[in-house]
């Protein structure tokens, strides 16, 4: 990867990784797939070069994690996001690379703390269509897009199903591009996300972000239920892992990374 010595972990995690590669070596698991939101730039997207395969934030971290412990971690593309949750659900696959707690998918999924970052999802509208909009209740009466299985937050999506009218569709190009054919008034989206694919498909000039977000959530990894790699031991040594990249400049990093890595490759034609 680009830039990949930028991100070596410090000589005192040494003894920890080696300790923990044997663990895992013993317990028979030495591989994790894992998948996630392929329309996610710049945490996650699909590898032009190899379109079977994820790249982004959440993915560079990954694969960091897995290095650390002596695994190999495979992201792989498992199809639209509501695909790739049922994937890993059912334990077709391990993990996600990046998810939002809510209580439903407590119900599936063992989050690994600390969160590795925090995304804000906001309120996109056409250019032409802005509405006054300072609160959730300010969405009341009007048509919404959403997609199908996402989540912005317990509190909010508690509010929306109770309060709002939001139409879920399988990604984000179709809710974006039936927002600019006014079949909807806004769409709640993950900012940075919202912006990569606005600018992807020439959409960044009619359509803008009302202020402020409507939430701002952790993105966790998330192992399956019913995946034969959950074991305690495991949980506990990514979460070991996880506390070492918070505690650090990493995180950060891999997102300034991989903003220019999403802009370069739309510029170029270039996966890297």
């Known amino acids: 990867m680009h830039g990949r010595g930028a991100y070596r972990w410090p000589c005192l995690l040494l003894c920890l990784c080696l300790a923990a590669a044997g663990v ?10 894992a998948t996630g939101n392929p329309e996610y730039p710049p945490y996650l997207w699909r590898d032009p070069k190899d379109p079977q395969r994820l790249i982004g934030v959440n993915a560079d971290l990954l694969r960091q994690v897995g290095d650390a412990l002596g695994l190999d971690v495979k992201v792989v593309y498992a199809g639209p996001w509501s695909r790739a949750q049922e994937e890993v659900r059912t334990g077709h ?31 996109w509208v056409r250019e032409d269509g802005a509405f006054a909009y300072e609160k959730w209740d300010d969405l009341k009466g009007r048509r919404g897009g959403t997609l199908v299985n996402n989540s912005h937050g317990q509190q909010f999506d508690d509010f929306a199903k109770a309060n709002l009218d939001l139409e879920a569709v399988p990604s984000a190009r179709q809710a974006f591009e039936k927002l600019l054919l006014k079949r909807s008034d806004y769409v709640v989206y993950e900012q940075y996300p919202g912006m ?8 960044d000039g009619r359509l803008k972000v009302l202020a402020p977000a409507v939430s701002s959530e952790g993105l966790y990894l998330a192992l399956s239920h019913a995946s034969p790699c959950n074991q305690p031991r495991l949980r506990e040594l990514l979460a070991k892992q996880m506390r070492q990249i918070v505690s650090g ?23 890297e």
Request: aromatic share 8%.
């Open 196 to 203: 990569a694919l606005a600018r992807q498909l020439n959409m």
């Open 249 to 271: 400049p990493l995180p950060r990093q891999l997102l300034e990374h991989n903003l220019q890595r999403w802009e370069q490759q739309q510029s170029t034609g270039d996966a």
């Open 93 to 123: 696959i391990d993990l996600l690379a990046g998810y939002f707690i809510t209580q439903a998918r407590e119900q599936a999924m063992d989050f690994i703390s600390p969160a590795f970052l925090y995304t804000p999802s906001v309120v």
């Open 24 to 33: 895992l070596a013993q317990e028979s698991c030495g591989q994790l797939t």
